[in-house]
């Protein structure tokens, strides 16, 4: 039940594991809302096959009515375990609640039942439901402390399941709130994506960044930081601030920014390991164009031709931020033709797990060819491809055609 941390498949797990070994058909509902004022969902059913009695409850049974449901789940929420049946004792519940069990024996149409709440904390996350429909092999007084560990465990593995959901949706937003609006760059043509991760802890470090520097010039940057959780997220939004600060500081080419840069994070300490592009895109409105940058670390730009020639920019290289603050960097120059595209990423976009990295690259210079002519949303929006591994952010930026 811990190996996922979705809350469907652990519970649809449960029933498949408890039907036939402990039951003859069972089912798992979970509590949205609250247990006063919300809704029931049932998430899983499981029945042996061949049961003629459970042949009625099918995999599309939907939830308790509300008059079972409601009182049923109040009362479990103070309580342990509940069997329904012949053997049942006669305290366990009285008034509504008796009458609810009642209910929902002849509604499973079974000999005996035993209704287990799912609560950790002090709170009912929702009831796991067994039933059999032979009197000779009748649930008892003597099932009840297996399921309510089967229940208790089942509750464990929600209750982490959803405060990790509420983790990723925290670092997902903290990420989505520090990356930039795009600036209108005319007559440059700018674009750029974000996805997180398909798997859904990791979230974390990868950022873009476009602004215009003192002299007008447009500043573009990628970035990622290492880690893949709310602390890398965080690390990024200072880096991503520290490096704007840097860069309006004073008028310096792209090395001697990432530099500093580079200085002021190892004073800071806590290991901040990052990889970063940072590029002018310099000339007059009417062209032509060069992009002027330096690459500390991170996977080389690619230029796309309006032809549909590629290559990646391979100069400006310079070991990653964080590795050593005294090893030299330089910048590389690069002419743009006009109608030309940029393409700045992250290595979210070219490592897959199946996937040799020098095939990746192949597979994105072909794509990006593919699209040389398409218009620079379009371009983005066929290139990325969510990771299941990685995060994936990228930037795109276009030249116009000369004059």
Partial sequence: MNSSLDVDTTLQRLARLLVPRLADWCAVDVVEGGVEGGHVRRVSVARRGLEEHAGHLSEKLGPLPREVEAPLLRTLRGS??????????????????????????????????????????????????????????????????????????????????????????????????????????????????????????????????????????????????????????????????????????????????????????????????????????????????????????????????????THFLEGGHAPLLGFDATLPRHDAVEALPPRSTVLLYTDGLIERRTEPIDRSMIRLRRQAAALALADIQTFCDELVAPNEDDDVALLAVRVPASG
Avoid: C, K
């Fill in 80 to 309: 342990g375990p509940m069997l329904i049946g012949r053997s049942a004792g006669g305290g366990q519940a009285d008034g509504s609640v008796q009458e609810a069990l009642v209910q929902l024996r002849r509604l499973l149409g079974a000999d005996s039942a035993i209704v287990a709440p799912l609560r950790v904390r002090g709170q009912v996350l929702g009831a796991l439901t067994l039933a059999r429909f032979d009197p000779g092999e009748a649930l008892t007084d003597d099932d009840l402390p297996i399921v309510e560990d089967l229940a208790h465990r089942a509750a464990l593995a929600v209750d982490n399941a959803r405060l990790y959901g509420l983790q990723h949706e925290m670092a997902y937003r903290l990420q989505q709130a520090l990356l930039p609006r795009l600036p209108d760059l005319g007559p440059l043509e700018v674009a750029a994506r974000y996805l997180p991760a398909r798997e859904s802890s990791r979230v974390g470090g990868d950022w873009y960044d476009v602004f215009r520097l003192p002299d007008r010039v447009p500043a573009l940057v990628i970035g990622d930081v290492a880690g893949h959780d709310i602390d890398a997220a965080a690390q990024m939004g200072e880096v991503r601030n520290m490096l704007r600060a840097l860069a309006f500081d004073r008028r310096e080419s792209p090395a001697r920014i990432v530099a500093r840069l580079d200085l002021a994070l190892a004073g800071l300490g806590g290991g901040f390991f990052t990889t970063m592009v940072l590029a002018r895109v310099e000339g007059p409105p009417s062209g032509p164009w060069r992009l002027r940058w330096t690459n500390a670390g991170h996977p080389a730009p690619l230029l796309v031709g309006a032809d549909g020639r």
